[in-house]
């Protein structure tokens, strides 16, 4: 225990939101097509979801799309670069999520290896 005070939060004006919990408001195209990967992407085990988000999250990249535009086609064939865009940033952000929530478990397993 110390005399040190803790410092007072930044007040909420000044506070920056963390993205991964920002609303999105996305086109109703890109709507459905993160719904149907996150359907799929949930019903794998909890470990295996950042690999699967990270499949999707190339699949809509700007540069592979354009790659794959050359070749013919993907599931954004007809779409504006701006929804493809929003299905790109949406993934990325749950990525990032899955991300931070793999590393949490690992450490959690590592911290209990450790003290057992």
Known sequence: ??????????PAQERRADPA???VVLSSWARSQVARMAAEVEALPKLSRRAA???RLRLYHPDKRR???R???GPWAGRSDTEVNEVFMELKRRYDR?????QSCLAFAR???ASA
């Open 71 to 73: 070749r013919g086609g």
């Open 67 to 69: 790659c794959l535009e």
């Open 1 to 10: 225990h110390t005399d040190r005070a803790r410092p007072k939060p930044p």
């Open 53 to 55: 988000w990270k499949q």
């Open 111 to 113: 911290g209990r290896a």
């Open 21 to 23: 919990q920002q609303e």
């Open 98 to 102: 899955a991300n931070a929530q793999e």
